[in-house]
Each structure stands twice: as structure tokens, then as C-alpha cells.
């Protein structure tokens, strides 16, 4: 069991940058693999990135490799997301999301992760 909080959502111009932390309570942080997930209204919830137990594995939707990274910190049960060169199709609710699957493939996928946070919004204007 964890719970999961978002933080740092707002409104950016294109071309800026936003930095999103999701903070986590419980003593077993480590144990799970914490994901990025994003959901603009009238679509499906897409994936963003996602982070391994110790974060030396990082994954990326092609839609953002290159533009953003995500880095966790065990010690201060925290996983961050930051946002560079963004642009208003990055425009979605955000959520992170704690997973213990163990494949892969799993890090892709909204259904292997059994821990939401709230959602932060994240507006890009052109």
C-alpha cells in the first residue's frame, strides 16, 4: 500500500519548462516501480515514463523522449518529472502511478500499476 500526491502542475508557454514531483507515503518506496501517466480531456490515458526500483532504468513515450526525464530519490520517497521544451499537446492531467509488476512491458501499461495519485494539471498555451 502506498499513497501518492502530485505536485507542481501549472500553466507554461510553449517552449518552457515544468518540473512535477509525486511524493509518496510508506517505508516500502523502493519496492515499486513509479510511472507517469497523462490524460488530456476526450482521450485515453497514455503513458508518459516510468522509473525501476532504483531508478537506474528510465522509459519514455517516443511522444516525450527528449524532452523530458523522470528520476526518482529513494531517500525522500519522491519521483520527479521534468518537463523541457514543452508544447500544448503535452497539455493532460498527470498522475503518477506505483507498479510491482516485474515485466518489461509492464512499464508501458496503466493496468500494471495498482497506485494513483489525485493528478496535477499541466497547461501549455502556444
Known amino acids: 500500500q502506498v499513497q501518492l500526491v502530485e505536485s507542481g502542475g501549472g500553466l507554461v508557454q510553449a517552449g518552457g519548462s515544468l518540473r512535477l514531483s509525486c511524493a509518496a507515503s510508506g517505508r516500502t518506496f523502493s519496492t515499486y516501480r513509479m510511472g507517469w501517466f497523462r490524460q488530456a480531456p476526450g482521450k485515453e490515458r497514455e503513458f508518459v515514463s516510468a522509473a525501476s526500483r532504483s531508478g537506474g532504468y528510465t522509459y519514455y513515450a517516443d511522444s516525450v523522449k527528449g524532452r523530458f526525464t523522470t528520476s526518482r530519490d529513494n531517500a525522500k520517497n519522491t519521483v520527479d518529472l521534468q518537463m523541457n521544451s514543452l508544447k500544448p499537446e503535452d497539455t493532460a492531467v498527470y498522475y503518477c502511478?506505483?507498479?510491482?509488476?516485474?515485466?518489461?512491458?509492464?512499464?508501458?501499461?496503466?493496468?500494471?500499476?495498482?497506485?494513483w495519485g489525485q493528478g496535477t494539471q499541466v497547461t501549455v498555451s502556444s
Open positions: 502511478a506505483a507498479s510491482q509488476a516485474a515485466s518489461v512491458s509492464a512499464y508501458y501499461t496503466a493496468g500494471a500499476y495498482a497506485y
